[in-house]
């Protein structure tokens, strides 16, 4: 099979281009829809809405997951909001606005034509999200309320207090629970994809692992949707629910599916700093305490010195002491800097060791002290209530009395598998849905945008574009199940997991993620350097070598065990470490969150190179001892002109 | 209030007496672990990753637990600590449990969630998809993805949007069927119901979905409430009895207008 990167966006102006494609896409005659049967892997806002809009449209639907429930993807974890260009506060929001906001947002390294669909059915997605029973904050007239978030200058954030992500996804897993229970829909969780099967070069079935039984099992399709989230647990620590993982995703690429922009992460600026080695995962504190919150470190090394000795305490640095270096670089734009630029300027104050958080001194502070003194103590309750009960929950401090301590955190991962303007991947009947794509962010994602994708692919995108791929298949039907395809890759799947078990060495999964996630936080992680990447991918290579002679799988497959989930997912971050470091390496500009120290200005800021880079980087894999295939997907702006972001 | 100091240097040695249950049908029993220097800034769960990987440095099997987000909104984490559902403190799950709370030298007995409906599927992990069983005969709303009317249509006055909202926090984890002496699911139907009825686009289904949903429960098998209040007591969102009274009232009302409804019409063959 070629590797085909025509990203098929339809001809006609940018505005018109959704409704059109729409028009022209083939249709399946409702009479034979359930004669069609298509498997949609994950559960998120992405894939509990396909599965749910697509059972509704009367296809024959399974969906898996490797929760107990559909309703515990991590979608649910989200927060802050979702954005919509409603221009319901009449603000001067616009489609456009929202579009154009989000392409800079990405630092131009996104493809224009999705983008845009993305902001024109945003609409839409609250409005399904409301008749779904999405309680959205209200005004006192009853109207929807919205908020501010990062990168732009309207108001167009949804939210359901600090929960909008697991409202949400309630009610696409309520959608999703009406089809189960009508039967279009069937679900299996606790069931972990393991392999995707290829029938004549066509994304025909997956192998899957049921996590109580270990029973390993073919499924027959005639197409299959991969909304499985993101990666961002390759780096051990992360705001990611322990069980996220690249396994799917990292599958499909072996099978032939490009891999675009793996390297494109997101830090985020806010988070609870690490406590210890005893960590298992990092917890964000919301964008939105940005707005009261100042952001400031010791300006000297001393200073910092002394607060980790416990000699001073925060309160007891003096106003002249202090250095809010959000406002002294960015006056601008001051503690609401972009995600990326703020993580960096966090990472700059601690490597210059002024950093304050006990231990590792790897924090700075998030201080509401002149707000409470201007406000009050009760409006800062109000707005942020819950956030600072979480925080002390976690920290055993009173952020009301004392400031937080914050450290940037791997967030979300823009990267993802390369899909075309219909989501299908390089490989035919391969679709790609939410975090598990790399469509919409480009190289840096603005606040409260995710989870409009994510809605955007299930509701809106993949009900259209599947069954136009089915009506071009015809009604042969999924191969059989006899088909040697499936056996093979079941083998193949039993074997790994026979092999894994067989090791009995003497480190665990968990310890040599930790290592992994060590590798990549210095060397891949906020800032990265030629050498740092081209020394990462030696050390990853020998972990690799050190997990599969030395890696400790206690236990055996036929029962609950999650030593063998947790090694097979980091069998499979071992592997997919080495492209992202690759790609870091290869792409030789700073853009967004991918910071490289050989491409700043001279005052320390991002410098892109659109002559280049301006392209989306796509890899191809070789097999297991060739290293991978670089390609390239050319971004080509007829709407937008590249800029250089200043947020100064 | 909390104290000023920081938390994160004192370690604690603790004695873990947990629920061992190899399978489904196999009988299960308590065995005694113990750990060293748990940071008291660790989280209850990492206390229990630390004890696992001891555990697996023995060729020992870990001790099987569900958990994923570990922030306290997945619902997936779900232990009975000492004898309460997600443990000593209020309005936290599991997995929200710092180690801070606990003493040096201390016995932590962890249980799975002990009711009827929830099998115990291996040691701490239960089998809980009679809840999504429930949803599935009716906690939604009809309708058909693309046929929204536009959202700002029917405005919903903010108490009203409010209370659907503190209904909705639910997080599905079971723990109210988990303490309550009948494991009765009110708590957990009663805020559906709650969410769902409380809103202008859920009225055209309620007593429709009111039913199913109370059918479907009482199938699988989970009690009825005889008002301990267990339930409450142990939610990690704060849901009270009062979205059970609401469910109450719905279901009565549901009941009366279906022994009265009548389509006008003769019914064939009766
Ligand atoms: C703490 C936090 C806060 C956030 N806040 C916001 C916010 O305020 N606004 C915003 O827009 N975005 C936010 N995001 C980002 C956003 O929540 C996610 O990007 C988005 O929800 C991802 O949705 P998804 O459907 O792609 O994947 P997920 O919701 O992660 O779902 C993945 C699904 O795939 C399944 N799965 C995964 N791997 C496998 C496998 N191998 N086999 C079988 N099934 C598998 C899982 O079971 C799950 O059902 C936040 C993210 C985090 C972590
Ligand atoms: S009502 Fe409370 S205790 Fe019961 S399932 Fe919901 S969140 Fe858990
Ligand atoms: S692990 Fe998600 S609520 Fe505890």
């Known amino acids: ?648 | 209030m909390s104290n000023e100091t920081n938390a994160h240097d004192q370690t604690l040695n603790l004695t873990i007496r947990v629920w061992r249950q190899p399978t489904r049908l196999a009988k299960g029993s308590f065995k005694e672990y113990k750990v060293s220097n748990i940071s008291t800034g660790s989280s209850f769960l990492e206390m229990l990753d630390i004890l696992n990987e001891q555990l697996v440095a023995q060729k020992e099997e870990p001790i099987a637990f569900d958990h994923d987000c570990r922030e306290g909104i997945c619902g997936m984490c779900s232990m009975t600590i000492n004898g309460v559902p997600h443990g000593p403190l209020q309005g936290v799950t599991t997995c929200q449990v710092h180690m801070r709370h606990f003493k040096d030298g201390e016995t932590i007995t962890i249980e799975p969630w002990r009711a009827r409906p929830f099998p115990v599927i291996k040691d701490i992990v239960v089998d809980r998809t009679p809840l999504d069983s429930i949803t599935q005969a009716g906690g939604f709303i009809s309708i058909r993805t693309g046929s929204a009317i536009d959202a700002n249509i029917i405005p919903i006055p903010k108490p009203v949007a409010d209370r659907a909202m503190d209904a909705a926090e639910c997080i599905g984890c079971g723990a109210c069927v988990a303490a309550c002496p009948n494991a009765a699911a009110m708590l957990f139907v009663g805020s559906k119901v709650a969410h769902f009825n409380s809103l202008p686009q859920g009225k055209a289904e309620k007593e429709q979905r009111t039913l199913a949903m109370v059918k479907v429960m009482d199938e699988a098998g989970f009690g009825s409430c005889t008002n301990y209040g267990e339930c409450q007591a142990v939610c990690p969102k704060g849901n009270t009895l009062d979205f059970i009274a609401q469910l109450n009232r719905d279901y009565a009302v549901a009941k009366i207008k279906r022994f009265f409804q009548s389509t006008g019409k003769k019914r064939a063959g009766a």
């Open chain 1, 1 to 648: 099979m070629s590797f085909d990167l025509n990203a098929r966006v339809p001809a006609g102006p940018l505005a018109e281009k959704w409704s059109s494609h729409k028009a022209h896409l083939r249709l399946v005659n409702p009479a034979n829809r359930r004669k069609y049967h298509v498997i949609v892997v994950g559960s998120g806002l992405a894939g509990g809405a396909a599965a749910a809009s697509l059972g509704e449209m009367g296809f024959n639907v399974s969906c898996f997951c490797y929760q107990d429930s559909p309703r515990r993807a991590h979608s649910i974890a989200a927060q802050g909001g979702i954005n919509a260009a409603k221009n319901y506060q009449n603000d001067g929001d616009s489609v456009y606005r929202l579009f154009y906001d989000t392409i800079k947002g990405g630092d131009f390294r996104a493809r224009e034509a999705n983008v845009y669909r993305l902001a024109e059915v945003s609409g839409n997605i609250i409005d399904q999200a409301v008749a779904t029973g999405v309680p959205f904050a209200r005004e006192y007239g009853g109207l929807l309320d919205n908020r501010s978030f990062g990168g732009a200058q309207v108001s167009r954030t949804f939210y359901a207090r600090g929960q909008t992500g697991q409202q949400l996804l309630l009610g696409a897993y309520s959608a999703l629970s009406r089809q189960i229970g009508i039967g279009t829909v069937k679900m299996y969780n606790r069931h972990e994809m393991l392999d995707l099967v290829l029938v004549e070069g066509h994304a025909k079935g997956i192998i899957t692992r049921n996590m109580i039984s270990g029973e390993i099992k073919a499924w027959n399709a005639d197409a299959v949707v991969v909304c499985t989230g993101g990666y961002g647990n390759v780096f051990f620590l992360s705001t990611n629910a322990q069980g996220c993982n690249v396994t799917a995703a990292y599958r499909c690429y072996k099978h032939g599916a490009g891999f675009a922009n793996p390297c494109f992460t997101q830090i985020h600026p806010t988070c609870i700093p690490v406590h210890g080695d005893q960590q298992s995962k990092l917890t964000l504190m919301s964008e939105s305490l940005r707005n009261d919150g100042r952001v400031w470190a010791p300006n000297s090394r001393e200073l910092a010195a002394r607060v980790l000795a416990g000699q001073l305490k925060p309160a007891d640095i003096t106003e002249a002491d202090r250095d809010y270096y959000l406002e002294r670089k960015y006056p601008s734009f001051g503690n609401l800097a972009p995600r990326d630029i703020s993580s960096r300027a966090a990472k700059e104050a601690c490597d210059d060791k002024r950093g304050i958080a006990p231990g590792s001194g790897l924090g700075v502070y998030l201080d509401f002290r002149d707000a409470i003194n201007r406000l009050g103590e009760s409006k800062i309750r109000e707005r942020y209530g819950n956030l600072f009960d979480m925080y002390e929950c976690i920290t055993g401090e009173n952020p009301y009395k004392v400031p937080m301590m914050i450290f940037p955190a791997v967030h979300y991962t823009m990267g993802g598998l390369w899909v075309d303007y219909n989501l299908q991947s390089t490989i035919p009947g391969l679709f790609v849905g939410g975090e598990a794509n790399f469509s919409d962010h480009g190289a840096n994602r603005l606040g409260a945008s995710a989870l409009m994708q994510g809605l955007a692919d299930g509701y809106f995108v993949l009900p259209s574009t599947v069954p136009d791929y089915l009506a071009s298949t015809g009604l042969g039907g999924a191969p059989s199940i006899e088909n040697p395809a499936y056996k093979e890759a079941c083998e193949q799947a039993r074997e790994r997991t026979a092999k894994l078990l067989a090791i009995k060495g003497n480190a665990s999964p968990r310890a040599l993620h930790q290592k992994l996630g060590n590798i990549m936080w210095e060397k891949c992680g906020m800032a990265r350097t030629k050498q740092g990447l081209t020394a990462a991918i030696e050390e990853i290579k020998e972990l690799r070598e050190e997990f599969w002679k030395n890696v400790c799988v206690v236990g055996e497959n036929d029962t609950i065990n999650p030593e063998l989930e947790r090694a097979g997912r980091v069998a499979d971050f071992l592997e997919f470490s080495e492209i992202m470091c690759r790609d870091a390496l290869l792409r030789e500009e700073s853009c967004g969150g991918h910071f490289r120290s050989e491409h700043q200005t001279d005052d320390g800021e991002a410098k892109r190179d659109d002559t280049n880079f301006a392209h989306v980087a796509v890899w191809e894999f070789q097999g297991s001892d060739t290293p991978p295939v670089r390609h390239q997907e050319e971004l080509k702006y007829e709407e937008v002109k590249l800029a250089t972001r200043s947020y100064k």
